[in-house]
């Protein structure tokens, strides 16, 4: 994932040096903490060399040296223009899924079982995620809710499939049949 | 379709209790109506404290299976066991008073009494466990406050919203301290941002006291506020060995 907006996001709130931007970026944006320090720094390197952010200010007192970030004004462009665009609807298709339920048809398996694995594999992480929205402060939780609502919608299309394994299996036999009619 | 084939991914239901004294156990729980199976060979084990849910397609069973479980239906083959006594043994004056002290139950639409208050609804199962009135109100006002309905004590079911009345059902289920609470469906009517509420506040409560819960729900946002998830299909019961994984952990 590019870090860009949200590092350009967070500089255009308040100038900052690296680590006070990893440091916000874990709290205000990723509760549970899955980008690492050097991503942060090399997504602030390609943001000054593109010319989306400009050293402000540059302290010595012992150790490194430590530069403090500020956006330009062609960041605020961009930033701008991502933040009030819309976001592309992502498609979800379904993909890891769907290959399954063909091939497990192709093979003459039982559908159904496959999908009760996947719905508890989605139960299990929905627990979890239910447990999180409990505990955690509201920011948290409805983080955890965009998982949950994206995890409900798969489960959803699981019972739907499930229903209709016996028609993709009369078509999947037709495709199959007339393939071999014409080899 | 191969799908009667045996599969080693699922395992009876009742199995995945191992080494647990269930606290109510379906064993082998079939019920018909007329023509119509239901239910068959039903298997299920809930341990004190424990929610369980109970997924399933519309039609599958689940509702019976709930009904088996709480001596509301008597199942035509099995048994039902509660706290080590078989329902089937009891006399119907036994089971109903069973149900009304040691059992709870949430139903989706239609279960509070339109004549009757907020509190009086809520007092209810003990109004007619012949508590007395005065201390009845009492303990149902706590609950009632508990759900965050203070206020609302003196409204009838028609003045309140769908997750206000939802509550007060809720309330009522828990106001004997029972040791289980049936629930079907319980946000089965609600928005999804009020039966969020109401189950946050619900499960809170029964974890908090130890009550077992048999949650019925097609949601798996609801199944997810459970410990384990049993399913029905067709009038069976399985488990997937994955979630004796997940709790055993
Ligand atoms: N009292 C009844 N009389 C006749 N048929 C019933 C009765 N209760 C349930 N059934 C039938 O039994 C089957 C299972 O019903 P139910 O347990 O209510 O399913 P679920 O709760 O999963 O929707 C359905 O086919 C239903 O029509
Ligand atoms: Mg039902």
Redesign the pocket.
């Known amino acids: 994932m590019s870090l860009k907006f949200e590092l350009l996001g967070l500089i255009r709130d308040r100038a900052s040096h690296g680590y006070e931007v990893k440091t916000r970026y874990d709290e205000l944006l990723d509760p549970t903490r899955l980008v690492q320090a050097p991503q942060v720094y090399s997504t602030l390197k390609r943001l000054e060399r593109d010319g989306l952010v400009r050293v402000a200010q540059v302290d010595q007192e012992s150790g490194p040296e430590r530069r403090t970030f500020e956006i330009t004004g062609e960041g605020e462009r961009e930033l701008d223009e991502w933040l009030w665009g819309p976001v592309e609807p992502e498609p979800r298709l379904h993909t890891v899924l769907y290959t399954k339920v063909v091939l497990a048809l192709l093979a003459g398996r039982s559908v159904e079982q496959m999908l009760d694995v996947q719905r508890e594999a989605h139960l299990g992480r929905m627990r979890e995620l239910t447990g999180l929205r409990q505990s955690g402060d509201t920011a948290r939780a409805v983080l955890a809710e965009y998982a949950l609502f994206h995890l409900e919608a798969d489960l959803r299309w699981l019972e739907f499939t499930a229903a209709r394994v016996d028609d993709i299996q009369v078509e999947l036999n037709r495709h199959v049949n007339s393939a071999r009619r014409l080899s | 379709m191969t799908s009667m084939e045996a599969s080693p991914a699922f395992v009876r239901a009742d199995e995945s209790c191992p080494g647990k004294r269930g606290l109510l156990r379906a064993s082998d729980v079939t019920k018909s109506?007329?023509p119509?199976v239901?239910?068959h060979g039903g298997e299920l084990c809930v341990s004190a404290g424990e929610i369980v849910a109970v997924m399933?397609?519309?039609?599958?069973?689940?509702?019976?299976?709930l009904h088996c479980l709480a001596g509301v239906l008597l199942p035509d083959q099995g048994l039902v066991e509660y706290d080590g006594q078989r329902l089937d043994a009891m006399s119907d004056a036994e089971r109903s008073r069973l149900r009304r002290t040691d059992f709870g139950f949430v139903y989706q639409f239609g279960q509070l009494v339109p004549e009757l208050t907020a509190v009086e609804n809520t007092a209810l199962p003990l109004l007619l466990e012949r508590r007395r009135r005065r201390e009845a109100v009492a303990v149902a006002q706590a609950w009632l406050e508990t759900f965050g309905l203070a206020g609302l004590e003196k409204r009838r079911p028609g003045e309140l919203s769908g997750g206000e009345a939802q509550r007060v059902a809720v309330a009522r289920a828990l106001v004997t301290d029972p040791r289980v609470i049936f629930a079907d469906e319980p946000t089965g009517s609600l928005d999804s941002a009020a039966g969020v509420a109401v189950l946050d506040e619900f499960t809170g409560a029964v974890r908090s006291r130890g009550v077992a819960v048999v949650l019925?729900t097609h949601d798996a946002r609801v199944a997810a506020y459970a410990e384990r998830t049993v399913l029905?299909r067709d009038?069976m019961v399985t488990s997937p060995d994955t979630a004796r994984t997940v709790r055993a952990s």
């Not at chain 2, 399933?56 to 299976?65: D, F, H, M, Q, Y």
Request: proline share 6%.
């Open positions: 109506f007329g119509t239901a239910l399933g397609p519309s039609g599958s069973g689940k509702s019976t299976l019925v029905v009038g």
